[in-house]
C-alpha cells in the first residue's frame, strides 16, 4: 500500500472518527472548499506537508481509536 493511498484511507477514517462533516473537517484546515478533502480522500492529490502535520494533531486530539489508526497510516 503506497503512501498517498494509505493518506486517503487515513483522512476518511479521522473525519468518521472525528464525527466531522466534510465541511467542518475542511474547515480545520482553512479550506473553503469541501472538494480538496474530497481529492484527498480519494487520493487524487496529497495533502500538503502542513496539512499533514495537521491531520496528526487532528488524531492526537482524537479518541483511543484514533490513536491507533495513526501508526497504520502515518
Known sequence: ???????AVLV???????NLSKESFATEF???SQ?????WKNGYVTPS???????RS????SSERGQIIQPTYL
Not at 476518511?12 to 472525528?18: F, S
Not at 506537508?49 to 491531520?55: F, M, Q, S, T
Open 1 to 7: 500500500m503506497n503512501f498517498e493511498f494509505r493518506l
Open 12 to 18: 476518511r477514517a479521522l473525519r468518521q472518527e472525528l
Open 49 to 55: 506537508l502542513l496539512a499533514i502535520l495537521r491531520i
Open 58 to 61: 487532528l488524531i492526537n486530539k
Open 30 to 32: 482553512g479550506i473553503t
Open 35 to 39: 472538494q480538496l478533502i474530497n481529492w
